[in-house]
């Protein structure tokens, strides 16, 4: 299960959704970074967008660590 994640420099983590398949996962965060016009990342040493927000995919176990 995944967890979407949105990440602001200024306002810090927001979930957008969690506990979802990976294919959901993958399909709200396109969706979102898109509304957003931001970027997105699944894997770690993706690129930033320049304002340094970002839609993230993180594994729902790990979210808390």
Same mark, same amino acid.
């Given at each position: ?16 959704? #969690?506990? $979802? ?6 399909? !709200?965060?396109?969706?979102? @970074?898109? +509304? ?9 040493? #993706?690129? $930033? ?6 839609? !993230?995919?993180?594994d729902? @176990?790990? +979210?808390?660590?």
């Open positions: 299960m995944y967890d979407v994640l949105f990440l602001d420099r200024t306002h810090g983590q927001k979930v957008l959704a #969690s506990g $979802l398949a990976h294919d959901d996962a993958c399909r !709200v965060a396109r969706t979102e @970074s898109q +509304r957003r016009g931001i970027g997105r990342m699944f894997l770690a040493g #993706s690129e $930033l967008s320049p304002t340094g927000d970002m839609i !993230v995919i993180v729902s @176990s790990r +979210r808390a660590a």
